[in-house]
């Protein structure tokens, strides 16, 4: 029997602060196997959590900062080639929207981020070319246009945190 295709799901914060009239979006600068990249908090959802607990993981680690998701701007696919290590991956990414806290200044990055960057949409469009995907981009212009879904648009079930749970 063929290898069954398997996603990597991801999660992604799209984080706002104005500064007079301008949008700011918060974003994280790391290493990755294509060298240093641009990239919307984000991370892999793990075991036993809802994408919603994974993207407030993924912003504590990535960030420092507590981040308390309230909508989904979307839901996005897209697939990656890496030759370097032979790869051909797609992902499914869960982008949410939220309000973040202040920074935790004892808090240890990430291994990998270097540093979190706030821009604005032209110099998001700007460094396009350092974009970890082009969902980084799309993302924030989705949330812009004022694409909103409630977070009861995704369901976890209980079977998630225990499989053992009988139906």
């Not at 892999?44 to 959590?49: A, F, S």
């Not at 989904?72 to 290590?85: E, N």
């Not at 797609?90 to 200044?105: E, I, K, N, Q």
């Amino acid at each position: 029997m063929a290898d069954r295709w398997k996603p990597s799901v991801t999660v992604a914060a799209i984080i706002e602060r104005r500064v007079g009239d301008t949008p700011q979006f918060l974003l994280v600068e790391e290493h990755t196997p294509e060298g240093l990249k641009l990239n919307n908090p984000a991370g892999h959802l793990d075991p036993e959590e809802s994408p919603q607990e994974g993207v407030i993981r993924e912003v504590l680690e990535e960030t420092g900062c507590v981040f308390t998701p309230d909508r989904l701007i979307g839901i996005y696919l897209s697939r990656f080639k890496r030759p370097a290590r032979d790869e051909d991956v797609t992902f499914v990414r869960f982008a949410f929207g939220g309000r973040v806290g202040a920074p935790d200044p004892a808090r240890r990055l990430d291994d990998g981020i270097v540093r979190t960057v706030w821009m604005t949409l032209d110099q998001l469009r700007a460094s396009r070319a350092r974009h970890r995907s082009p969902h980084v981009l799309g993302c924030v212009e989705d949330y812009l246009a004022g694409r909103r879904l409630p977070l009861d648009a995704i369901t976890t079930d209980r079977t998630v945190y225990d499989p053992e749970i009988k139906r």
